[in-house]
């Protein structure tokens, strides 16, 4: 099992133009989750999805919009990247409702010049 | 709204020595899930120890223990025998068993290093 992956890893974009990350997760998990990490700020939530075709926003959708339209891949989509928009991304995702953990993604560093 | 604090931005332990992080959650809720995980150089988020809120065993895993109060809204990690391995960022996390709760917290992370 690769588990959760992300496509690119690393990316540069210029203010205004737009980019899709793909997550994908090969375990049938249900909830998937995309996370921006900030120095000093911890994982805040953007958008994530309970089920294929459903989408939820989080703590820091502006900006953003995701799409679920298979089971294992959640889509993540800048429409015109601002440098406020550099960071780490993170994918997770989760088999159920209660505690199990989320299994993450390696990260995607994006820069926005 | 829940909310997830870790006052430590930063610490270091001795290699072989104990450290202990701290969490403090904020929750209206009677049952929820508490985490810590551990992000090294890599990037890669690792769970590290889980604590369901009913149980009042506190989670053990090898050399990582938690102390949980729940009155106290605390959840501490003690890191015993301290290796050069256990430096990383560690996150602290709640989720809430409330139904439609989906959403996972974290807080802003305490950076751990350790000294040969």
């Known amino acids: 099992n690769a588990g959760v992956t992300q496509t690119p890893k690393f990316r540069v974009l210029k203010t205004g133009q737009s980019m899709t990350l793909l997550c994908a997760q090969d375990m049938n998990h249900e909830y998937m989750y995309w996370y921006r990490q900030d120095p000093g700020m911890g994982l805040r939530l953007i958008h994530y999805s309970v089920g294929e075709g459903t989408t939820a926003k989080g703590e820091v959708p502006d900006g953003y919009n995701v799409s679920r339209l298979k089971k294992q891949n959640f889509l993540l989509g800048l429409e015109s990247a601002a440098p406020s928009q550099t960071s780490v991304y993170f994918c997770?995702?989760?088999?159920?409702?209660?505690?199990?953990?989320?299994?993450f993604g390696p990260g995607t560093r994006l820069t926005v010049l | 709204a829940q909310t997830v604090t870790q006052s430590q931005p930063e610490m270091s332990v001795q290699e072989a020595e104990t450290v202990t992080l701290s969490c403090t959650y904020d929750t209206s809720e009677s049952d929820y899930y508490l985490f810590w995980y551990k992000q090294p150089p890599s990037r890669q988020m690792i769970l590290v120890i889980r604590?369901?809120?009913?149980?009042?065993q506190n989670a053990t895993e090898n050399r990582f223990s938690v102390n949980f109060q729940k009155a106290a809204k605390s959840f501490s990690l003690k890191i015993s025998d301290s290796q050069l391995g256990d430096a990383a960022m560690y996150f602290c996390?709640?989720?809430?068993?409330?139904?439609?709760?989906?959403?996972?917290?974290f807080g802003t992370g305490t950076r751990l290093k350790v000294l040969a």
């Open positions: 996390a709640y989720r809430g068993s409330t139904s439609g709760t989906y959403k996972y917290i």
């Open positions: 997770a995702s989760t088999q159920s409702p209660g505690g199990n953990e989320q299994f």
């Open positions: 604590q369901e809120a009913y149980k009042q």
